[in-house]
């Protein structure tokens, strides 16, 4: 049990450092578009539903996506990664849409599922902490 314990784990600690870091590297470089040109992913409908432009548009996305990335690596990790999960989709469906980059479409919706599934690991190990703290005698598969 001990190695499966392990393997759970280190599992759930891949996955926060994933999406922790990850969307605050593109967050922070939707101002300096390095990795890509961001804008080129932005569906035009949503600058017309909200008319500002594409640079101020993505400057807001990036913003939210380093907020995303801090509440992951923060002690509400469950709370980022159901954030993450959302934004993924909504990344997704804005592709999706758009009719283009169906490719990164996909792949951010298999990101979500991951996004996803950190957000529950990560409650069963709040729960798992909290039964050992009340002193249950089933050992955790997730503790630290």
Known sequence: MHNTDNRLNT???ALRVLFGFVPIVAG?????????HWENYLNPLATKLVPVSPAAFM?????????????VLSRFTKIG??????WLVAIALNLLT????????VRDLGLAVG?????????????STASSRVGN?????LRS
């Open 28 to 36: 922070l470089d939707k101002f300096f578009n390095l990795l890509t």
């Open 81 to 86: 990664a159901y954030v993450v999960t959302a």
């Open 59 to 71: 400057h807001v996305v990036g913003i939210i996506e380093i907020i995303a990335g801090i509440v």
């Open 115 to 127: 996004a996803f599934s950190l957000a529950q690991l990560t409650a069963v190990r709040e729960e």
């Open 137 to 141: 005698a089933e050992p955790s598969p």
């Open 11 to 13: 599992t759930w600690w």
């Open 98 to 105: 758009m009719g283009r980059f169906l490719d990164v479409g």
